[in-house]
């Protein structure tokens, strides 16, 4: 079941430039999985040590931020869209 992911610009290296990909999973767990067998290192920008998603890092389902659905065992669908976007801070003070 294809589900369709958005690559930040950062992690375009990983994908030879491709900025969506479709990668297969029931899971965003699982997908994650599927793009480090496809992508190796991609795991390791999107998850810390813990296997949990980096703090710095978050992923939408079609929109809605999986930690608040069911963080990295939300189920997915074919068609549906999984965007990385990474958390940017600074400014001024």
Known sequence: MPVHVKIPTPLRKL???EERVEVAGATVGALIEDMERRFPGMRERLCDDAGKVRRF????LN???IKFLGGLGTKVA????VAIVPAIAGGRR
């Open 78 to 81: 074919e068609g549906d869209e």
């Open 63 to 65: 929109g809605d931020d």
């Open 57 to 60: 890092v978050n992923l939408y």
């Open 15 to 17: 994908t030879s430039g």
